[in-house]
C-alpha cells in the first residue's frame, strides 16, 4: 500500500474513532480484582435491617437500638466487621459501631479544633469518614475546614486545613478547604477530598502536599480536564482499583469520572425504565469491590443503585412506608451488605439480600415520632418573639396550583403573618445539616433549613434591597452574567436564637416547618406565646356519596335514606377552624377527623364503640394524599376568593404519614334508624358539637 493510501486510511480510521466518541454511549472499565466474591449483580433485592439508633436525637451509647445519635453522617467498615460513624451536630464525635452491635465512642466530645486521644480530641460537624490499609479513619471535619486522621486507638492528630475557609494548595498545614464534606483513600494511601463549597476535588499525597485534582473557581456544570471542569457543591468522592475517582456532585443531579489525570466525565445514565426518577441531589457514594456504585439521595433519601455503563435501579427507600430523610453515609462490607446513615432520621441502617425469614421483619424507620421538639421557649420568628402573631395556616391544608387544580398538594408546615421586608428571626438555636441547606432563590419558596425547622417565603440572608446580613454565614453567587444566582449557608453553620435569617418576601408570611422531608411534624406542638384556641372547629355540612361520586341525599321522615346494597359509602365533612384573635374570615384547616355510628338512643354500634379517627394531620404524608383526604370541591375553587373549603373524605384514612382509601359499608348493619357522628378536632382538643350528627335510615 502506498504512503498515500496509509494517509487516508489514517485519517478515515481517526474520522471514525472521533466519531464514536459522540455516538456510542461510553462505558467506563470495570476493576476486575484478582480473586474476591463474585460480580455485583444489577437490581438485587435487598432486605432492610436497623443497625443502631432509637430515632431520637441525643447522645447514648448502648447495644443497637437503645443508642443515640444526632447526625449521624460518614460510615466505614472495617475487615473485622466493625462500623465507624461520624456522629455530627451537638454529638461532634467518631462512634464506633462493634460487630455485636454495641455503640460506644472512639474520639471527640466537644464542637471544636483540637488534636487529642479519646475525649480530648475536639471536630467541628465532622461529616464522610475514609478507611486506609492500616486501619486509619480520614475525617472531612466540615466545620474546621479540615482533614483529619484518626487511628484505631483513638489518636487525632490533623492531615491538612483548619486555618478557617479559603483556597489555597501547596504543604497540607498551610492548605486551606472550604468546608469539605466527602473524603477518601486510594490503594496508595493518597487522600481525596470533596472540597464542597471551593467546587473541586484535591488531593492530599502521602508526602503531605494538597493539590487540586479537578474544578475551577466557582460553581458550574463542566466537562473537561482539571481547572476547565466545573462542580456545584459536590459532597462525596470514592476511589476505585483503576484510579478512577468519582463524585456525588450534589447540585448538578450527576455522577461525575475523573481519571488519574484530572479529566471529567459526567457519568450517562440510562433512561428510566420504571417511571421512577434517576438519582436527584447525590448526597452520598460506596463502591463495590468490582468498581459499581451506591449512591444516596439528598432529595428523596432512597438508596440507589448505579452500574459503570448507566444503568441504576432503587434498592431502598423507594417502598411504601420506607422513607428515609437524609441518606448521608454509604458503605459496602467484604459481603457485599450496603451500610447507611440516615441523617435525619438518628439511626443506621443495613440493606442485606432478601431472605425468606427476613421479609416479614418490620424494621422501623425515620425518626421516632416523640423526637425532642427544638427548644423555642415560645418564641416566633417575627418581632417581638415573645409577642402574639396571626397564624394564617396550618399543617396538612389543602392548597392548589393556580392553573385550575384546587387539591394539587398539602400544607406542609404553619404559616405565621407577617409583613413584607420584616426581619426573620431564628426561634432555637440551630446548626445547619443539608450541605444545600437553602433554596429556591428569589422565589415565593425561597427557605432556609436551620436544625429541625425550616423557614420560607423570605429573602434568604438578605435586606429586601438585597444586601446581605451577614457576609460571614450567608454566601452570595454569580451567575455567569454576574446576576446573583443564589445564597450557600454552609454545613455546620450555628444560629443562634433572634438571629436574623431573612426578610419576608411578597407571600407576606413565614412558613415554619417542622421535621425533616417526609417527616414533617405540626409545628403547633412548639408553643408559641400568647397563642390561644377556645374555638371550636365549625362543621357547615356531612354529606354522603356512592362510589360514582353521586350524592345520596333522599330524605324519610327528616332522615337521610342509605340503600343497604350500596357498595360503599364515602363520608365527605366540610367542616373549618379558627383560632383566638383571628380575624373571622382567616379558615383553618382541622387536626384530626373521625366518624361514628350510633343508635338513635345514642349507644354505640357494635365496632363504633369509640369513633374511628381516621384523619390526622400530627405528621405530614405525602403529597399524594391530597385526593385521598379533601373531596371535589376543596380548597380555593373561585378565582379571587379568599375563602378556602376544607371538604374532608372522613371514610378514607391519612395519619402517622400513610393514608388509604375506604369507604363505610352499610351492609354491615340491621336494617332501621341510626345516627352518624362526626368528631373534628382543632389541634388544642376542642371539637365541634354543632351540625355534627346526621340521621340516617338502612330500609
Same mark, same amino acid.
Given at each position: 500500500m502506498?504512503r ?6 489514517v485519517v478515515v480510521?481517526?474520522?471514525? $474513532?472521533?466519531?464514536a466518541?459522540f ?14 466474591p ?7 433485592s435487598?432486605q ?7 430515632g ?6 448502648g ?11 460518614g460510615i ?6 466493625t462500623?465507624?460513624?461520624a ?7 467518631i ?5 455485636d452491635g454495641?455503640v460506644s ?5 466537644r464542637?471544636?479544633?483540637?488534636d ?8 467541628h460537624?465532622?461529616?464522610a ?6 486501619g ?8 474546621n475546614?479540615?482533614i ?8 487525632v492528630?490533623?492531615?491538612?486545613g483548619g486555618g478557617?475557609?479559603?483556597?489555597r494548595d ?7 478547604f472550604?468546608g469539605?464534606?466527602g473524603?477518601?483513600?486510594d490503594?496508595a494511601?493518597r487522600?481525596?477530598?470533596?472540597d ?8 492530599i499525597?502521602?508526602e503531605?502536599?494538597?493539590s ?5 473557581d466557582g460553581p458550574g #456544570?463542566?466537562d473537561?480536564?482539571?481547572?476547565q471542569?466545573r462542580?456545584?457543591?459536590?459532597t ?5 482499583a483503576?484510579g478512577v $475517582?468519582?463524585v456525588?456532585?450534589?447540585?448538578n ?10 479529566g471529567?466525565?459526567?457519568?450517562p ?16 457514594l460506596a ?14 433519601g432512597?438508596?440507589m ?9 432503587a ?5 411504601p ?5 437524609r441518606t448521608?453515609g ?12 440516615d ?5 443506621v ?10 421479609a416479614?421483619a418490620v ?9 425532642p421538639?427544638?427548644d ?5 420568628p ?7 402573631h396571626?397564624v394564617v395556616?396550618?399543617l ?7 392553573q ?21 428571626? $431564628?426561634?432555637a438555636?440551630?446548626?445547619?445539616s ?6 429556591g432563590f ?5 427557605g ?5 425547622? $425550616?423557614y420560607?417565603?423570605?429573602?434568604v ?6 444586601d446581605l446580613l451577614d ?10 452574567s454576574?446576576d ?5 449557608v454552609?454545613r455546620g ?18 412558613h415554619?416547618?417542622?421535621g425533616?422531608?417526609?417527616y414533617?411534624?405540626n409545628?403547633i406542638a412548639?408553643g408559641f406565646?400568647? #397563642?390561644t ?5 365549625r362543621?357547615d355540612?356531612?354529606a354522603? #356519596?356512592?362510589?360514582l ?16 346494597d350500596?357498595q360503599?359509602?364515602?363520608i365527605?365533612v366540610?367542616?373549618?377552624?379558627q ?7 382567616r ?14 338512643d345514642?349507644t ?10 381516621t384523619i390526622d #394531620?400530627?405528621?405530614?404524608?405525602s ?11 376543596s380548597?380555593?375553587t ?5 375563602v378556602?373549603?376544607f371538604r374532608y373524605?372522613?371514610t378514607n384514612?391519612v395519619?402517622?404519614g400513610?393514608?388509604a382509601?375506604?369507604a363505610?359499608?352499610p351492609?354491615s348493619?340491621a ?5 352518624l ?6 389541634h388544642s382538643?376542642?371539637e365541634?358539637?354543632a351540625?355534627?350528627d ?6
Amino acid at each position: 500500500m502506498s504512503r498515500t493510501a496509509w494517509a487516508w486510511a489514517v485519517v478515515v480510521l481517526t474520522t471514525v $474513532a472521533l466519531a464514536a466518541t459522540f455516538l456510542v454511549t461510553p462505558r467506563f472499565p470495570v476493576p476486575v480484582p484478582e480473586s474476591g466474591p463474585p460480580a455485583t449483580p444489577f437490581g438485587w433485592s435487598g432486605q432492610l435491617s436497623l443497625v443502631a439508633g432509637d430515632g431520637m436525637r441525643g447522645l447514648r451509647d448502648g447495644t443497637g437500638a437503645a443508642a443515640r445519635f444526632d447526625d449521624p453522617w460518614g460510615i466505614v467498615v472495617a475487615a473485622d466487621g466493625t462500623r465507624y460513624v461520624a456522629d455530627a451536630g451537638d454529638n461532634n464525635r467518631i462512634r464506633r459501631i462493634a460487630p455485636d452491635g454495641t455503640v460506644s465512642t472512639l474520639a471527640g466530645g466537644r464542637e471544636g479544633f483540637a488534636d487529642g486521644t479519646g475525649a480530648t480530641a475536639a471536630f467541628h460537624t465532622p461529616s464522610a469518614l475514609a478507611l486506609d490499609g492500616d486501619g486509619n479513619l480520614y475525617v472531612a471535619d466540615t466545620g474546621n475546614h479540615a482533614i483529619r486522621k484518626v487511628t484505631s486507638q483513638g489518636v487525632v492528630t490533623t492531615l491538612a486545613g483548619g486555618g478557617g475557609p479559603g483556597f489555597r494548595d501547596g504543604p497540607a498545614r498551610q492548605a486551606l478547604f472550604n468546608g469539605p464534606i466527602g473524603v477518601a483513600v486510594d490503594g496508595a494511601g493518597r487522600v481525596y477530598v470533596a472540597d464542597t463549597y471551593n467546587d473541586r476535588i484535591r488531593v492530599i499525597s502521602r508526602e503531605g502536599q494538597v493539590s487540586t485534582l479537578a474544578g475551577g473557581d466557582g460553581p458550574g #456544570f463542566q466537562d473537561g480536564t482539571g481547572d476547565q471542569a466545573r462542580f456545584d457543591t459536590p459532597t462525596a468522592v470514592a476511589v476505585d482499583a483503576t484510579g478512577v $475517582a468519582w463524585v456525588a456532585d450534589l447540585r448538578n443531579d450527576a455522577i461525575r469520572r475523573i481519571g488519574p489525570k484530572g479529566g471529567v466525565s459526567t457519568l450517562p445514565l440510562q433512561p428510566d425504565l420504571d417511571t421512577q426518577a434517576g438519582p436527584r441531589r447525590p448526597l452520598a457514594l460506596a463502591l463495590t469491590h468490582d468498581g459499581h456504585l451506591y449512591v444516596g439521595e439528598l432529595s428523596t433519601g432512597r438508596v440507589m443503585q448505579v452500574m459503570r455503563d448507566g444503568r441504576w435501579r432503587a434498592l431502598a427507600g423507594h417502598l411504601p412506608g420506607q422513607r428515609f430523610s437524609r441518606t448521608a453515609g454509604l458503605a459496602v462490607d467484604a459481603a457485599g451488605d450496603v451500610h447507611f446513615t440516615d441523617a435525619g432520621s438518628h439511626r443506621v441502617h443495613r440493606i442485606a439480600p432478601m431472605t425468606a425469614a427476613a421479609a416479614a421483619a418490620v424494621t422501623p424507620v425515620g425518626p421516632a415520632p416523640d423526637d425532642p421538639l427544638p427548644d423555642t421557649g415560645g418564641r416566633w420568628p417575627l418581632a417581638p418573639q415573645d409577642g402574639w402573631h396571626e397564624v394564617v395556616g396550618t399543617l396538612g391544608e389543602v392548597r392548589g396550583d393556580y392553573q385550575g387544580e384546587s387539591r394539587h398538594h398539602l400544607h406542609g408546615g404553619l404559616d405565621i403573618r407577617g409583613d413584607v421586608g420584616a426581619t426573620v428571626l $431564628a426561634i432555637a438555636d440551630g446548626k445547619v445539616s443539608s450541605p444545600s441547606a437553602a433554596w429556591g432563590f428569589d422565589g415565593l419558596g425561597e427557605g432556609l433549613a436551620v436544625g429541625a425547622l $425550616a423557614y420560607i417565603h423570605m429573602k434568604v440572608g438578605r435586606t429586601p434591597r438585597g444586601d446581605l446580613l451577614d457576609p460571614a454565614r450567608f454566601q452570595l453567587l454569580h451567575d455567569l452574567s454576574g446576576d446573583p444566582s443564589r445564597i450557600r449557608v454552609r454545613r455546620g453553620t450555628r444560629f443562634s436564637v433572634g438571629d436574623a435569617l431573612g426578610t419576608v418576601n411578597r407571600m407576606a408570611h413565614v412558613h415554619l416547618s417542622l421535621g425533616p422531608p417526609g417527616y414533617e411534624r405540626n409545628a403547633i406542638a412548639l408553643g408559641f406565646a400568647g #397563642f390561644t384556641d377556645v374555638y371550636p372547629p365549625r362543621i357547615d355540612e356531612v354529606a354522603l #356519596f356512592d362510589t360514582l361520586d353521586q350524592p345520596i341525599d333522599a330524605k324519610q321522615d327528616g332522615r337521610i335514606v342509605v340503600p343497604r346494597d350500596l357498595q360503599g359509602i364515602r363520608i365527605v365533612v366540610d367542616a373549618w377552624d379558627q383560632v383566638d384573635r383571628n380575624l373571622p374570615r382567616r379558615r383553618l384547616g382541622l387536626h384530626a377527623l373521625g366518624y361514628q355510628l350510633l343508635h338513635p338512643d345514642g349507644t354505640p354500634v357494635p365496632g363504633f364503640e369509640t369513633p374511628r379517627m381516621t384523619i390526622d #394531620f400530627q405528621r405530614l404524608p405525602s403529597d399524594d394524599a391530597v385526593q385521598v383526604a379533601y373531596a371535589p370541591g376543596s380548597g380555593i375553587t373561585v378565582h379571587g376568593s379568599a375563602v378556602t373549603r376544607f371538604r374532608y373524605s372522613v371514610t378514607n384514612t391519612v395519619r402517622d404519614g400513610a393514608w388509604a382509601e375506604g369507604a363505610w359499608q352499610p351492609a354491615s348493619l340491621a336494617p332501621g334508624d341510626y345516627l352518624l357522628r362526626i368528631t373534628a378536632r382543632d389541634h388544642s382538643g376542642n371539637e365541634a358539637q354543632a351540625r355534627r350528627d346526621l340521621p340516617l335510615r338502612l330500609p
